[in-house]
C-alpha cells in the first residue's frame, strides 16, 4: 500500500493551493482519511480529518479557510487551502487508516509529505 501526495508548492499570503492524495495498493477499504502538517520545531498536527461517510473534522486555525473532501470510489482524499497565511508554511502529509486485503485489523498509513510555503 501507498498514499502518494501532490500539490505542494510556494504561493503567497491570501492565495490558494489543493493537495491531492492517492491510497493505491492491494487495499480493501479505507476508514478514515486526513491531512497532517509538520513545521520546523513543532510537532505534527492535525489539520482535517474525514471519515467513510463523511464525517469531518478541521483544526481551529484552518476553519473556514480548509476544506477536506475524499472520493471513495478513486480512493483519495484532498485538501482546498484558500487564504492561506504564512503560519500555514510546513510540510504536509496525508494519513489514511485502512484495510489490507487479507487482514481483519486495519493499518495506519501516511504519504510522503509535500511541502507548502507561504510568503508574506
Known amino acids: 500500500v501507498q498514499l502518494q501526495a501532490s500539490g505542494g508548492g510556494l504561493v503567497q499570503a491570501g492565495e490558494s493551493l489543493r493537495l491531492s492524495c492517492v491510497a493505491s495498493g492491494n487495499i480493501f477499504s479505507i476508514n478514515d482519511m486526513a491531512w497532517y502538517r509538520q513545521s520546523p520545531g513543532k510537532e505534527r498536527e492535525l489539520v482535517a480529518s474525514?471519515?467513510?461517510?463523511?464525517?469531518?473534522k478541521y483544526q481551529d486555525s484552518v476553519k473556514g479557510r480548509f476544506a477536506i473532501s475524499r472520493d471513495n470510489a478513486k480512493n483519495t482524499v484532498s485538501l482546498q487551502m484558500n487564504s492561506l497565511k504564512p503560519e500555514d508554511t510546513a510540510v504536509y502529509y496525508c494519513?489514511?487508516?485502512?484495510?489490507?486485503?487479507?487482514?481483519?485489523?486495519?493499518?495506519?498509513?501516511w504519504g510522503q509529505g509535500t511541502l507548502v510555503t507561504v510568503s508574506s
Open positions: 494519513y489514511a487508516d485502512l484495510f489490507v486485503v487479507g487482514k481483519h485489523y486495519s493499518y495506519q498509513y
Open positions: 474525514i471519515t467513510t461517510y463523511g464525517t469531518i
